[in-house]
C-alpha cells in the first residue's frame, strides 16, 4: 500500500510536539525520556531503520501513557504488539520484532533526525493516524 508506518497502539490518532531522539538498537534514551512527563508530546525516534532490533516493549509503552505522552513516531521496530494494541498511546513503527535492544546509554536527544524523505526538528508539531504523518513547524488547528 506504499505505506511507511504501521500503526500499533491503541490511538489510531495522535498530535504534538516532538522530542526526538536518535539511536540504533540501543533503546536506553527512549526508556529515559518516556520516563518523563509528555503530556502533549510525540517521541520520534530515529533508530536507522534497522529491522533486527525493538526500541520499545510493552512496559516502556505502558510508563510513556501513565506519563501522558501523546505517542511515538518509530523509525524502527517494536515489540510486545498485543499488549501495546491494548495501550493508551499512539505508536508508529516500521514493523515487530522480538528481540530487546542492547541498553549502552547511547543515543542523541533533541537533534534533528531525517527519515522517510522528511526532516524532524525538535519542537516542531507532529500529527500520526492511519494515513501516515504529517510535520508542521507550528501548532495546527484541528477540524472538531
Not at 511515538?72 to 510486545?80: K, N, P, W
Request: hydrophobic residues 40%; charged residues 25%.
Amino acid at each position: 500500500d506504499g505505506k511507511f508506518f504501521k500503526s500499533y497502539g491503541a490511538r489510531k490518532s495522535f498530535g504534538g510536539q516532538a522530542v526526538t531522539v536518535k539511536c540504533f538498537e540501543d533503546n536506553s534514551r527512549v526508556k529515559e525520556l518516556l520516563a518523563s512527563e509528555g503530556a502533549g508530546k510525540v517521541l520520534v525516534v530515529d533508530g536507522g531503520g534497522s529491522l533486527r532490533r525493538a526500541l520499545l516493549g510493552d512496559m516502556i509503552a505502558e510508563k510513556a501513557a501513565k506519563n501522558g505522552w501523546e505517542g511515538l513516531v518509530i523509525y524502527g521496530c517494536i515489540r510486545d504488539v498485543d499488549v501495546i494494541a491494548q495501550t493508551d498511546l499512539g505508536v508508529q513503527a516500521l514493523a515487530s520484532h522480538p528481540m530487546k535492544t542492547d541498553k549502552r546509554g547511547i543515543g542523541d536527544l533533541n537533534v534533528p533526525v531525517t527519515f522517510a524523505g522528511v526532516t524532524f526538528h525538535p519542537g516542531h508539531y507532529i500529527y500520526a493516524d492511519n494515513n501516515g504523518v504529517i510535520v508542521s513547524p507550528s501548532p495546527l488547528k484541528m477540524p472538531e
